[in-house]
């Protein structure tokens, strides 16, 4: 999956959290938390659903790691890669 | 249907709490059954049918309502959250609130969903005050009021930083404590910013059906995402071994083992089911002087004609209290009807729409100690003939009506702190718990946790909340 690709699924995530943000104007290299009204409820919920949908383990020490829509391509990106090569 | 008896988290009670809990838990994957003993679902926010007509038990207004582009509110975060719909809910704003006090200071404020009305009627009625009122409104604003591990803190003694006049301290006390004080007198800062945040901050709605739309959208969410529910099926034992809760054990006798309970019946209703009772490392020591329970009576009265046939305006529900200082503890007498909460459930907007009946609901703390256990006959007398005092009273605050509210009346019902205890198991129909809160939901065991009413976030709202925050907290963020 490319970073493109990865960042999409973080926004499909995202739409499904919080349906009442407007996501067509989002930044991908500014906090998302800094665009929408996100809190840590939210971000816990990405990470779960990562897991719930995609089988991604993301651990609280790199919670800080899905900030920006980017960041989320970088740091996801080579676990998506990681968990295809193993199927 | 195949019925397991092992879980991975077993929920006590299928009131709001228990069912926000539910479709948390099941949503990301958690084997999990709610247990509810009584054979409705709602708990202290159930409904009951009576000749035709359905009831609501607690719901006079839903709380914390605001519009669809205030963001960061526990409205927004209870339907993320749980995946709602806002528009799932049907909720239809109150058209006006009003608090009354009596006598010869009488004074009258009045708020809506729009902030502004309150702080219009505070100008207006105190206007040495206004200032100081702002002010409060700002710290109330600033206030981290989710903090789970916050102490107590006098909300009186913050409230009078800012309010000089006891009338309008009192004023503002009586709507906060009446929809959500367990103890009586003052109560926590925290927990006066929760609720006055949700009332005057924020706001009251209503489905136009009532708090079974609210409950039939959580159960349908729940069945979904895969939650068990076992009705009519009440715990009597949490079983412990080794210092762990292993499961508990059902009414018929039945066992379901579990990895963690969660319980939504309150703390010492909680504590009395774990047996072998812990041995505590210490004997605490208690930390205040424990507070008697806070119960109410409350009368439903089906009207002849609309609230607005009878000129009773547009006020949605009335705070009244016939003397300038307000008495907010368990009464001395069956039912302290010097004060009280009407609700007008027709006078909400519900755009163009209206209640088929007129009601009028009115709510008044009552002594558990007189209620609980009267022999039936003495009970259906007292019933009665509080019945009448507390219309008497509550009509003092509303438009006279020419013939009298008997000629009105189409049918009444009443309950009492007995009728709550009975159906909810709360003990002394507690409704807001006891006076002593548990924010973090620890229990004695490391695998038993509360939420609901004894957590601390309380109305509908807020129950949902704690329910969705002690899944997170103890099950979801920390298992992963």
Known sequence: MTQDEVKKVVLDIIADIAPDEDLSQLKSDVRLRDQMQLDSMDFLDIVMELRKRHGIEVPEADYLKLATLDSCGEYLAPKFAALSSKS | MNRSSDYDVVIIGAGMAGLAA????????????????????????????????????????????????????????????????????????????????????????LFSNDPALL?????????????GFRGLVGRVRQHDDVALD????????????????????????????????????????????????????????????????????????YRQAGGERRMKCGVRRIIVRDGRAVGVELDSGEEITAAHVLSSIGSEETSRLISPAPKLESAEPPRSPRHPRLS?????????????????????????????????????????????????????????????????????????????????????????????????????????????????????????????????????????????????????????YLCGTDQGFLGIIGAMLSGISMANYHILARNG
Request: charged share 25%; aromatic share 12%; net charge neutral.
């Open chain 2, 150 to 221: 916050s102490g107590f803190r006098s909300a009186r003694s913050v409230v009078r930083e800012f309010i000089r006049d006891p009338l309008l301290e009192d004023m503002l006390f009586c709507p906060v404590m009446y929809y959500g004080s367990a103890t009586p007198e003052d109560m926590d800062f925290s927990q006066f910013v929760i609720m006055f945040k949700a009332l005057f901050l924020e706001g009251f709605a209503r489905p136009r059906d009532g708090v079974r739309v609210i409950l039939r959208v959580l159960l349908e969410k």
């Open chain 2, 296 to 448: 109410f009576a409350e009368t439903i009265t089906i009207l002849e004609h609309q609230p607005a046939e009878l000129g009773w305006g547009d006020d949605t529900i009335i705070f009244f209290n016939d003397g300038p200082r307000f008495d907010y503890r368990r009464p001395s007498v069956p039912v302290d009807v010097r004060s009280g909460v009407i609700c007008l459930p027709n006078n909400f907007n519900y755009g163009g729409d209206r209640l088929p009946e007129g009601v009028l609901r009115v709510t008044c703390l009552a002594d558990p100690s007189f209620w609980i256990g009267r022999p039936d006959a003495e009970y259906q007398t007292s019933k009665r003939a509080w019945y009448a005092a507390m219309q008497t009273s509550a009509l003092r605050f509303l438009p006279p009506l020419p013939g009298g509210l008997e000629v009105e009346t189409r049918e009444t019902d009443m309950f009492t702190p007995w009728t709550i205890q009975r159906y909810t198991g709360h003990v002394e129909g507690a409704i807001y718990g006891a006076p002593e809160k548990v924010r973090d939901g620890r229990t004695a065991l490391a695998n038993v």
């Open chain 2, 119 to 131: 702080e219009s009627t505070v100008a207006a009625q105190f206007p040495r005050e206004i200032d």
């Open chain 2, 22 to 109: 539910g479709i948390r838990l099941a949503h990301f994957g958690r084997r999990v059954c709610i247990f509810e003993r009584h054979n409705a679902s709602g708990g202290l926010n159930g409904f009951y049918s009576l000749d035709g007509r359905k009831y609501d038990v607690g719901l006079h207004a839903v709380t914390n309502f605001v519009r669809p582009e205030v963001k960061g509110t526990p409205l927004g975060k209870l339907l993320r959250q749980l995946r709602i719909d806002r528009s799932e809910f049907a909720l239809c704003e109150q058209l006006r609130s009003a608090v009354r006090f009596g006598g010869e200071a009488g004074a009258e404020l």
